[in-house]
């Protein structure tokens, strides 16, 4: 099921490191965008999470990053707060990335 929205949201991706067991980001950011969110999808599966997908402009930026950190965690921001801290699988080419997040995550930073 999808959800329509129209929202502006400044998304970065952070280098991480782990330090005495626990995972800090590495500053500055490796990218900031703004990006702008057009729908929520809810899968069944994920229960009340829900999938914010998005695109980042800086395609080739993009792609150097997920390149660069395959199988090491990345840390993504959304306006400001820690949102993910996924491993990177594969080079992405194409902007695209997503989010799943609780509803009472998206209802604070949506709202």
């Avoid at 998304?11 to 626990?22: M, Q, S």
């Avoid at 990006?35 to 914010?52: K, L, P, Q, R, W």
């Avoid at 993009?62 to 990177?88: F, H, L, Q, R």
């Amino acid at each position: 099921m999808f959800t329509n929205v129209d929202k502006d949201i400044t998304v970065a991706l952070y280098e991480t490191e782990t330090k005495d067991g626990i995972l800090c980001l590495v500053s500055p950011a490796l990218l900031e965008e703004t990006v702008h969110v057009s729908e929520f999808v809810h899968y069944a599966e994920n229960g009340d999470s829900v999938t914010i997908p998005f695109h980042f402009s800086d395609v080739e930026k993009y792609a150097e990053i997920t390149e660069t950190n395959i199988d090491k965690k990345i840390a993504i921001s959304i306006n400001g707060k820690i949102v993910a801290t996924p491993t990177v699988k594969m080079r992405l080419d194409n902007g695209a990335c997503s989010v799943l997040l609780p509803q009472e995550q998206i209802s604070e930073l949506f709202l």
